[in-house]
């Protein structure tokens, strides 16, 4: 499955984004949903995790109550909403797909997911 991840760009502190992931070639609504991010010199951290129909969801502690993560699979899509953001949610966002959900500590970790999108870049100015 091929992953194209949009809608980055600058924020400012406080304000919204609407990050959109879709996907081609292949049954999308077979695969376990993931954003990740990286920001400058720093590790590739999980954000959240999204299960097949949408029934399971996992987010980053970072991220909770900011963020919210959602698919439509009629459309192959899966979201990252990202509100109040702040100066240190600056990164490459990336969107990312596997078969399995497994254990629910297992659902966002970077190794387990097969496919990666190309990332999309975020900056919230302070």
């Known amino acids: 499955v091929q992953l194209q991840a949009s809608g980055g760009g600058l924020v400012q502190t406080g304000g919204s984004l609407k990050l959109s992931c879709e996907a081609s070639?292949?049954?999308?609504?077979?695969?376990?949903m993931g954003w990740f991010r990286q920001a400058p010199g720093k590790e590739r951290e999980p954000v959240a995790a999204?299960?097949?129909?949408?029934?399971?969801?996992k987010y980053a502690e970072s991220v909770k109550g900011r963020f919210t993560i959602s698919r439509d699979n009629a459309k192959n899509t899966v979201y990252l909403q990202m509100n109040s953001l702040k100066p240190e949610d600056t990164a490459v966002y990336y969107c990312a797909a596997r078969r399995n959900w497994g254990s629910h500590s297992e659902a966002t970790i970077a190794d387990g997911y097969n496919y990666w999108g190309q990332g999309t870049l975020v900056t919230v100015s302070s």
């Open positions: 070639g292949g049954t999308f609504g077979s695969y376990v």
């Open positions: 999204i299960a097949w129909g949408g029934g399971m969801l």
